[in-house]
């Protein structure tokens, strides 16, 4: 297979291949099209990426599995990558391998327009992760308790999905600073949240929100007039906002989530940036 011409067509579909597809297939950079239909295999081995002309190629095909690329998939019992990447054909597939090679080094992840229904367990993986996207582009309905095991995460955007419930032990998520979560269908946000005391930037408009964060949304300044107003009237815990905050109150904090969050924070000076 590795001599002067390597094929541009390569079937090994009905057979018995398990486990992950073999890496030394990479070698084959000439196929266009390669049918590894029928066998019993879970996951492909993220060097096959360099296979590009795999993704150059159409084949037009009848029926359910018609997809764009030459890698025919359909027949195994992958876990990886998950059915709705595979759907979208051979250049999506090789994309998803992609970022996780690139996400091993640079510690950071985007996941954007893969049409996700779950967090993937290859996310879970890589525990070393700073950044993770999943925002655009998917179809998220819940952030499961799982994501802890990213206990080094620094930002989490998951803005544009469908997440209607965030666990509450994402307020384990001890090193986080960012976390989106704008334009949803959250009714509610976990209190735990307030808890990580990391957590500088926290965006979430968008979303009918009926519980904490509750009210209307405040302004540093309208609080200033209150306090000018009514200068005995504050409680300490607006004192300490006015005090620590400044101007970095986002526009879309709200003072029953700021009241809990100095709860939860204690005397730590909080410091948040807008959005």
């Not at 091993?104 to 879970?124: C, W």
Request: with cysteine.
């Amino acid at each position: 297979l590795t001599g002067a011409s390597p094929p541009p067509r390569l079937n090994m579909s009905h057979n018995r291949l398990c486990g992950t597809l073999d890496p030394q297939l990479s070698c084959l950079t000439n196929l266009t099209e390669m049918d590894v239909s029928h066998n019993r295999l879970v996951e492909i081995h993220p060097k096959l990426v360099h296979l590009t002309r795999l993704t150059a190629h159409y084949i037009e095909t009848e029926g359910y599995f018609a997809e764009r690329g030459g890698l025919r998939w359909h027949g195994n019992n992958w876990r990886s990558p998950p059915q709705t990447v595979r759907m979208q054909g051979t250049r999506c597939i090789f994309g998803y391998l992609a970022a996780f090679v690139s996400a091993y080094h640079s510690r950071e992840l985007s996941l954007q327009g893969t049409d996700l229904r779950h967090v993937p367990l290859d996310v879970l993986k890589l525990t070393h992760l700073t950044t993770l996207d999943i925002s655009r582009g998917n179809q998220l309905l819940v952030l499961p308790p799982t994501l802890t095991v990213l206990q080094v995460l620094e930002t989490l955007l998951t803005d544009d999905n469908r997440l209607f419930y965030i666990h509450p032990e994402l307020g384990k998520m001890v090193s986080l600073k960012q976390f989106s979560m704008k334009n949803n269908v959250l009714e509610t946000l976990p209190h735990e949240l307030s808890a990580i005391s990391t957590l500088r930037n926290l965006r979430y408009s968008g979303n009918p929100l009926t519980g904490p964060p509750e009210g209307a949304p405040v302004s540093i300044r309208s609080l200033e007039k209150i306090q000018a107003d009514t200068p005995h009237s504050f409680e300490p815990w607006m004192d300490q906002v006015l005090a620590d905050a400044a101007e970095d109150v986002p526009p879309e904090a709200t003072l029953v989530y700021l009241r809990n969050w100095i709860r939860a924070r204690g005397s730590e000076p909080m410091k948040m940036k807008g959005t």
